[in-house]
């Protein structure tokens, strides 16, 4: 069984530099444009099924890709964003001045973050997305799965199936539309492919987004 797990397409508050977590927010006119070029370079890649976080900026990345290969797309609340809590729709250097301390240990020992308000840890993010990949190993024997998710879900289930805890966090890179390939096999998964970017017309970038 494969995954081939992707990350939205640009959006505003990506360039801003604003925190998203579940805010519904759209594309932006190149993240829409990194979706249709994602879904291209997946043209000849045989998918049997695509599931996607509910909200509209993975399921709309998603959709171009499933079109391509006449798939309807399933989602999966477990795939959702990290609630950020009162971080949410506010700018990364106006957190840092609000919450200075949990800010900084966000940067440094993110595994301890508890966000404010009603907001999720980490730990909290990788106990659904890993549930979610369970089931799918467990349904979708000898399939490849397209899944749909964001920065922080992908980095918390790549972690975690790879065996390493959520203090290795930010040595996960996971860039707008990148792919990465797992793969099931004998109840073992393994990482194939990481933060793949080519199809973006760069192997590697150098954009590092404030708002994550």
């Not at 799918?136 to 975690?160: F, R």
């Not at 065996?163 to 707008?176: A, E, P, V």
Request: net charge negative; hydrophobic share 35%.
């Amino acid at each position: 069984m494969k995954v081939l797990l992707i990350r939205h397409g640009e959006t505003t508050w990506n360039i801003e530099g604003r925190y998203q977590g579940q805010e519904d927010t759209p594309l932006s006119e190149r993240g829409r444009k990194q979706g249709l070029l994602l879904a291209e370079a997946l043209r000849e890649i045989p998918i049997d099924l695509c599931i996607s976080s509910p909200l509209q900026r993975s399921y709309q990345t998603c959709r171009f890709c499933a079109d391509l290969h006449g798939l309807p797309v399933a989602t999966d609340e477990r795939l959702t964003e990290i609630n950020h809590g009162s971080w949410e729709g506010v700018l990364a250097g106006d957190i840092a001045k609000r919450y200075p301390t949990e800010f900084a240990l966000w940067h440094t020992q993110p595994e301890k973050v508890q966000m404010p308000d009603g907001g999720e840890s980490l730990e909290d993010v990788r106990r659904r997305a890993r549930a979610a990949f369970d089931e799918y190993a467990a349904k979708y024997e000898g399939k490849t799965v397209l899944v749909a998710a964001h920065d922080a879900v992908n980095k918390a289930i790549i972690c975690d199936l790879l065996g390493l805890d959520m203090s290795h966090f930010w040595q996960i890179k996971q860039d707008n539309t990148c792919v990465n390939v797992l793969e099931y096999t004998g109840g073992t998964w393994r990482v194939v492919l990481l933060n793949s970017t080519q199809h973006l017309g760069f192997l590697f970038s150098g954009i590092e987004q404030a708002g994550l």
